[in-house]
């Protein structure tokens, strides 16, 4: 029998564990092969598979092995194509800025001081109460000027300058009216290059002089690039592969274990539960994004790419750790595996990190690492009036791109102590004198800019700080 003969069938042999198994096999198969084969046969091949992978699950008796292994690797080619989509994410070109932004800007609204801008990230939580996420977007708007005001007028001027700039209008301009308020505004969208820009522009009459009476804006964002899926396809090819491999070790690990193999099981259920349940909560209880937001596969597979794949993998680790274990490591392993998963899905109690004695506002966080930070702090003095504060809190709405905002004065407030100490205790005396600040959402990062503008100068507000997410 030849040599080439055995090498191939020892290649497809290695569908079954290792193990013993193997060279019997392998030894049947050679005495069986009938003279001047030199290739096993397609239906050999195909049976070997089958039952090999069979194998690797070993409790030859049972089949509910076969449903749980066949659940886990879709669990796992599922997440596997969540996590690897974030690579392919990241190969996304960056927003228009310099020249580019400042060219857009100019065209849609020449001889206007223009406010906002930037990067942002590839999602953003989606705005209301339904939650979920669409793609992320950079800002830019205009306070309302005497052109803006006419918002009609002005909104269609805005979209044929654009028409001339080569941007494909996707819909006529939309208007609506309030006779009650009174109010106007009116909105279109526009491609070109991969970028989306959905402008929007409103008027409110009669506003109090510290109100801002509207502005004129867009949201820019990119279409989906085709990227992602080339890392997500191998991604769950490649994680449902590895899901079935380690499923099949812990299987035949717990053997004969009664107790190993019925709390591995319970956990890798769990693990499974815990996934689908995230996956028809995302589905029905989100809003998904529209066309112009994004696509409803790639913001479903980022979210379950965040707690639940952490939830998921804390189960999965420590069912492994069950099956595999004796009594005690196991125990430890377990405690350990708890603490690390509730420690990266809720971040460190604050009694776990050190105090500090601050005398003011943080300093500036590097621009690396609020780059893509949606959150922002306005720090207003302890003495100052309610007038000032009033009109602040009037100035920050001013910014289009705040979406939600709360007050914190108690250095006992978990935000206070995140802010200054990052989370540790405040000490000393300056609790008493530290400013306070409203914490912001903001909906674009670059929307800090345009923040800093507005409320930066005001009597009271002692600081304006991009915070880290």
Known sequence: MSDRLARRYTRVLRFYPPGPRRA???????ECAPPGRVRPTTTEIVNLARFGLRARLGRPAGTGV???SLLVMLVCGLLGAAGSARLGWALQKPLPSGAEAERLTATAFPGLPVLGGGDAPPFVPAFGADGGEIYGFAEYWVRNTAQTREVLAYTKGVRDRLAGAGWQIRDDVSYDEDHDEPSSSAGFSATRGGLTLVYSAYYVKNRPWYDADGSAGFQLSRTTPPWPAWFAVPGALLAACVGWLMFGWASRRSEGHPGRSVGAAALAWSAVVVVALSLLFICLLFSQPDSLEGSALWTTLDQLSQGPTTLALGLGLLALATAALPARPRAFAAATLVLVTVGAMTGWPGWARPGCTPTGPPADLPAA????SLLARV???QDASDEQRNIAEAA???VPS?????????????????????????NGASRTTLPQFWLLELSSPGAFEGLVAEVGNLPGVVAVRHAAS
């Open 24 to 30: 019997e096999m392998l030894g049947t198969l050679l």
């Open 369 to 372: 690492e609020v780059a893509s």
């Open 402 to 426: 705040v979406r939600t905002m709360a007050w914190s004065a108690d250095v006992t407030d978990q935000d206070f102590r995140d802010a200054y100490c990052d989370g540790g205790r405040i």
């Open 66 to 68: 076969v449903v749980l």
């Open 379 to 381: 720090y207003v003095a």
């Open 396 to 398: 920050i709405w001013h």
